[in-house]
């Protein structure tokens, strides 16, 4: 953990007495040029030479030895106007004063900046806990992590802010990252699930039609949540000491909104095969019954071959959110599909006359 904020420091300031300079015929210019030359160097040429393509700056400057200390550059010499050679300490003398801090701002309001390193926890646990501890009682002993989620949040260490100050977590850093991405993610995931909408509309004629289709589509988040769940409560990889979790991130929610396609295509499968079977003249259980018997193959064909196309992207450090996300997903999602679709669509069709086939 660190901050940005500045410690105390000081710095030697040289304080010429200008009566006794301007005896011994020394300017202000000389004073300066003298201590610029001796501690920061001073370049006074270039050398070139044949194998070289850039030619080489010839700095001068002292050696460490004779300017590491006051003493030492009291004992420097200034040049006066008439060839002599003047002690630096004889003409003025070096005060310490503190150095001025840097002061952050942002939106008009001085800032300063915490950081923290987290190790095998989310970002959103360590602030959860952090601001349940803002102002809060101090208990008697401290709440080890292992006891804390978000329902049962605060380490028991109490702290407060000094009057006039306020902290902001959603600002900066990861968390106002994570935020902005979740966020535009989210509408990506919405526009995916128009457009999909869209697209079942001019496929089926309906505008019911598409909504029994994409309720494949919140079947998957059923799989994904649950499923980070449990792969982090029977994983126990630790590295360095520190568990280290697989987290729901940006990358998982991508996985998220692809699988919402393969989700709607299994739903797209049975019910195409179930208004076939209609046409044809077959009872509606039986269309049903049928139709879940002979797709059953080619969705979970289409599953597994994603799933396990997946699997070496979970070895990912970045990326293995979305492969679990993908294999979570399908795997519930194809057994709601194939279970749960055709029962909605007998419970809202078998007493509405062609059974919801459209029209050709």
Same mark, same amino acid.
């Given at each position: 953990?660190?901050?940005?904020?500045?410690?105390?420091?000081?710095?030697?300031?040289?304080?010429?007495?200008?009566?006794?300079?301007?005896?011994?015929?020394?300017?202000?210019?000389?004073?300066?040029?003298?201590? %610029?030359?001796?501690?920061?160097?001073?370049?006074?040429?270039?050398?070139?030479?044949?194998?070289?393509?850039?030619?080489?700056?010839? &700095? /001068?400057?002292?050696?460490?030895?004779?300017?590491?200390?006051?003493?030492?550059?009291?004992? /420097? +010499?200034?040049?006066?106007?008439?060839? %002599?050679?003047?002690?630096?300490? &004889?003409?003025?003398?070096?005060?310490?004063?503190?150095?001025?801090?840097?002061?952050?701002?942002?939106?008009?309001?001085?800032?300063? +900046?915490?950081?923290?390193?987290?190790?095998?926890?989310?970002?959103?646990?360590?602030?959860?806990?952090?601001?349940?501890?803002?102002?809060?009682?101090?208990?008697?002993?401290?709440?080890?992590?292992?006891?804390?989620?978000?329902?049962?949040?605060?380490?028991?260490?109490?702290?407060?802010?000094?009057?006039?100050?306020?902290?902001? !977590?959603?600002?900066?850093?990861?968390?106002?990252?994570?935020?902005?991405?979740?966020?535009?993610?989210?509408?990506?995931?919405?526009?995916?699930?128009?457009?999909?909408?869209?697209?079942?509309?001019?496929?089926?004629?309906?505008? !019911?039609?598409?909504?029994? /289709?994409?309720?494949?589509?919140?079947?998957?988040?059923?799989?994904?949540?649950?499923?980070?769940?449990?792969?982090?409560?029977?994983?126990?990889?630790?590295?360095?000491?520190?568990?280290?979790?697989?987290?729901?991130?940006?990358?998982?929610?991508?996985?998220?909104?692809?699988?919402?396609?393969?989700?709607?295509?299994? *739903?797209?499968?049975?019910?195409? !095969?179930?208004?076939?079977?209609?046409?044809?003249?077959?009872? /509606?259980?039986?269309?049903?019954?049928?139709?879940?018997?002979?797709?059953?193959?080619?969705?979970?064909?289409?599953?597994? *071959? *994603?799933?396990? *196309?997946?699997?070496?992207?979970?070895?990912?450090?970045? !990326?293995?959110?979305?492969?679990?996300?993908?294999?979570?997903?399908?795997?519930?999602?194809?057994?709601?599909?194939?279970?749960?679709?055709?029962?909605?669509?007998?419970?809202? +069709?078998?007493?509405?006359?062609?059974?919801?086939?459209?029209?050709?």
């Amino acid at each position: 953990m660190d901050d940005g904020f500045e410690a105390d420091q000081t710095k030697a300031v040289f304080v010429t007495d200008k009566e006794k300079a301007a005896l011994n015929g020394v300017s202000q210019d000389d004073v300066v040029k003298t201590l %610029q030359l001796s501690l920061g160097g001073l370049e006074s040429g270039a050398l070139h030479r044949p194998h070289e393509v850039n030619p080489l700056r010839v &700095e /001068l400057i002292l050696p460490r030895t004779q300017r590491s200390s006051i003493g030492e550059l009291n004992r /420097l +010499y200034v040049k006066g106007s008439a060839g %002599q050679m003047v002690p630096l300490g &004889e003409i003025g003398h070096f005060e310490t004063q503190p150095v001025e801090k840097t002061i952050y701002h942002k939106n008009l309001e001085r800032v300063g +900046y915490v950081f923290a390193e987290m190790a095998g926890r989310a970002p959103a646990e360590a602030v959860y806990d952090i601001m349940a501890d803002l102002g809060a009682t101090a208990k008697q002993k401290e709440v080890p992590v292992s006891q804390r989620s978000y329902f049962n949040n605060g380490a028991g260490l109490n702290w407060s802010l000094p009057d006039g100050s306020r902290v902001n !977590f959603s600002g900066e850093g990861e968390w106002n990252i994570t935020i902005t991405v979740f966020r535009d993610l989210g509408i990506a995931f919405a526009a995916a699930c128009i457009g999909i909408y869209i697209l079942l509309v001019f496929q089926t004629g309906s505008y !019911f039609m598409p909504l029994i /289709l994409m309720i494949s589509i919140p079947l998957t988040m059923i799989g994904i949540m649950p499923g980070f769940w449990l792969l982090n409560k029977f994983s126990d990889g630790l590295i360095g000491g520190y568990a280290n979790p697989v987290f729901f991130t940006a990358t998982a929610m991508i996985g998220m909104i692809a699988l919402s396609g393969i989700a709607v295509r299994n *739903a797209i499968l049975l019910i195409e !095969f179930v208004h076939e079977a209609l046409r044809r003249g077959v009872a /509606l259980d039986e269309a049903l019954i049928q139709s879940g018997a002979v797709r059953l193959r080619p969705i979970f064909l289409t599953a597994a *071959a *994603a799933g396990l *196309a997946a699997i070496p992207i979970t070895l990912d450090p970045i !990326f293995s959110g979305l492969a679990w996300a993908l294999i979570f997903g399908l795997v519930v999602s194809t057994v709601f599909t194939l279970a749960l679709i055709p029962i909605v669509y007998w419970m809202v +069709y078998h007493n509405k006359p062609g059974h919801g086939v459209p029209e050709s």
